[in-house]
């Protein structure tokens, strides 16, 4: 079934260091592709997404790449801060013909903690 | 503007009682979602309203989970009776149109139920 697999479950880097999270899709149909940051107590928000014409995308510190072909997606952080300590969900977005609607397929997430 | 709001926070029920989630979404939003995170696993899709129309429930695990939106909106998430495996984080999240590069969904902050 539709499934989206990230890695690694957990992430301890230096503060200034940069991050990696990385995630792969099943479904070649999938064309959108958003990351949510979730903070300790705080609601999963979006940080930075990505479209399947696009090879990559910047803000700021964090970047998102996506290869197609290989069907793999992967959030970096660049410069790491403390504030970036969170809980990081890749998800992919997948078209339900029998409902015509979409729906979010979600990774297993990855603890990111920034050691100061 | 206020976002999505979650109510309870946390739920602590025994096995075999019954327990009422409540989401309000954001006001306007005609797209609701609930999921649910059991722990260390990925964000898992239970069901899609439109208004007040159920549009994808494929992700409802058995029925014992009963969801309504009334009215088109706030909505409830029933689960009777209540077992073990049914513990974890259920999200709300809402959307202005159907997900996509420029329709966000909104999460929650989530409710933490544990069944003992």
């Known amino acids: 079934g539709e499934n989206v697999e990230q890695h690694p479950s957990t992430l301890s880097v230096q503060e200034g260091d940069s991050a990696v999270i990385k995630c792969t899709y099943s479904d070649s149909a999938s064309n959108y592709f958003p990351w949510y940051k979730q903070e300790l107590g705080k609601r999963p928000q979006l940080i930075i997404d990505?479209?399947?014409?696009?090879g990559e995308k910047k803000d700021q510190r964090i970047a998102v790449t996506l290869n197609k072909t290989a069907k793999h997606f992967s959030l970096h952080i660049t410069e790491t801060q403390p504030e970036d300590s969170a809980v990081y969900f890749c998800?992919?977005?997948?078209?339900?013909?029998?409902?015509?609607?979409?729906?979010?397929?979600f990774g297993t997430g990855t603890r990111l903690k920034v050691l100061a | 503007e206020a976002g999505v709001t979650q109510f309870p926070s946390h739920s602590v029920i025994e096995k075999g009682q019954t327990v009422t989630l409540r989401c309000d979404p954001i006001s306007g939003h005609d797209n609701l979602y609930w999921y649910r995170r059991v722990m260390g696993k990925e964000i898992k899709f239970l069901l899609h309203?439109?208004?007040?129309?159920?549009?994808?429930e494929s992700g409802m695990p058995n029925n014992r989970f009963l969801a309504e939106r009334t009215g088109g909106t706030y909505s409830t998430l029933k689960v009777q009776p209540a077992e073990l495996e049914d513990s974890g984080v259920y999200f709300c999240?809402?959307?202005?149109?159907?997900?996509?590069?420029?329709?966000?969904?909104?999460f929650g902050q989530g409710t933490r139920l544990t069944v003992v």
């Open positions: 990505i479209r399947s014409n696009v």
């Open positions: 309203f439109v208004k007040e129309s159920k549009q994808d």
């Open positions: 999240a809402s959307s202005q149109g159907f997900l996509g590069s420029r329709t966000e969904a909104f």
């Open positions: 998800a992919a977005r997948n078209f339900r013909t029998s409902s015509g609607t979409y729906k979010y397929i």
